[in-house]
């Protein structure tokens, strides 16, 4: 029988402490092997790679990253997807009944391409998806009152978003909320309203939570998902 596992981390298990100890992940009382997980390089694309069992172990010892990719799809049994942020919002999306999930990195430059919009199609058109029945996970990432940019910047976002009709950022003054911008193409992907579900943490103005923008650090929590054994 398998289940959708799903984890959406804090600084309590971080990556760069993960890469150093490259040993098997435990959380709670789940363990899983470091030869099944899954990272990919996270250049602020739209490209999600669909997995296969060769993929596994990506990202650790001698096994490069999935080059180019901020998305990860898979149907494959205890193979997990990991996504690292520190403002950037990881979100996981699955289908019980399809047994599919994907696992996607998006800030401002991911939410401007669509990637969530994109990884909802790879479930649908590889996996049979139906986006009715899937479910999305936001995770914690930076709010629009702490993600401010220039007003070149915002024009274009706002611009693209508009010329491609992927959605529209609400905010004003050259802040960006990029959680709502995720909801709406989830929701323009034929997600019900009420599959989308939304961690509502800052992770600038949350201490237990690596943030680029407050600390300018390297490190990063990590989030993943995975179709596991039980």
């Given at each position: 029988?398998?289940?959708?596992?799903t984890?959406?981390?804090?600084?309590d298990?971080?990556?760069?402490?993960?890469?150093r100890?490259q040993?098997?992940l435990?959380?709670?009382?789940?363990?899983?092997?470091?030869a099944?997980?899954?990272?990919c390089?996270?250049?602020?694309?739209n490209?999600?790679?669909?997995?296969?069992?060769?993929?596994?172990?990506a990202?650790?010892?001698?096994h490069?990253?999935?080059?180019?990719?901020?998305?990860?799809?898979?149907?494959?049994?205890?193979q997990?997807?990991?996504?690292r942020t520190?403002?950037?919002?990881?979100?996981?999306?699955?289908?019980?009944?399809?047994?599919?999930?994907?696992?996607?990195?998006?800030?401002?430059?991911?939410?401007?391409?669509?990637?969530?919009?994109?990884?909802?199609?790879?479930?649908?058109d590889?996996?049979?998806c139906?986006?009715?029945?899937?479910?999305?996970?936001i995770?914690?990432?930076?709010?629009?009152?702490?993600?401010?940019?220039?007003e070149?910047?915002?024009?274009?976002?706002?611009?693209s978003l508009?010329?491609?009709?992927?959605?529209?950022?609400?905010?004003?003054?050259r802040?960006?909320?990029?959680r709502?911008?995720?909801?709406?193409?989830?929701?323009?992907?034929?997600?019900?309203?009420?599959?989308?579900?939304?961690?509502?943490?800052?992770?600038?103005?949350n201490?237990?939570y690596?943030?680029?923008?407050?600390?300018h650090?390297?490190?990063?929590?990590?989030?993943l998902?995975g179709?596991?054994?039980?």
């Amino acid at each position: 029988m398998s289940s959708i596992f799903t984890y959406l981390g804090t600084k309590d298990l971080d990556y760069r402490t993960l890469l150093r100890a490259q040993r098997d992940l435990l959380i709670g009382d789940r363990e899983i092997p470091l030869a099944r997980l899954v990272i990919c390089e996270q250049t602020h694309s739209n490209y999600v790679h669909i997995c296969s069992e060769d993929d596994c172990g990506a990202g650790f010892k001698d096994h490069p990253q999935i080059a180019g990719a901020d998305g990860l799809a898979t149907n494959i049994p205890q193979q997990y997807l990991v996504i690292r942020t520190a403002d950037c919002y990881p979100v996981l999306i699955y289908d019980k009944d399809a047994a599919a999930v994907a696992a996607i990195h998006c800030g401002r430059e991911g939410s401007r391409m669509n990637i969530a919009g994109k990884a909802v199609a790879v479930l649908v058109d590889h996996y049979g998806c139906d986006p009715a029945n899937l479910i999305a996970l936001i995770g914690a990432g930076i709010c629009e009152r702490h993600y401010e940019v220039s007003e070149e910047l915002y024009t274009a976002y706002q611009d693209s978003l508009k010329q491609d009709q992927i959605g529209f950022c609400p905010s004003r003054d050259r802040h960006i909320n990029i959680r709502t911008v995720i909801f709406q193409q989830l929701n323009r992907a034929g997600l019900p309203a009420n599959n989308i579900e939304n961690l509502h943490i800052c992770t600038y103005e949350n201490p237990d939570y690596f943030s680029y923008r407050r600390d300018h650090g390297n490190n990063r929590q990590i989030n993943l998902i995975g179709i596991a054994n039980e």
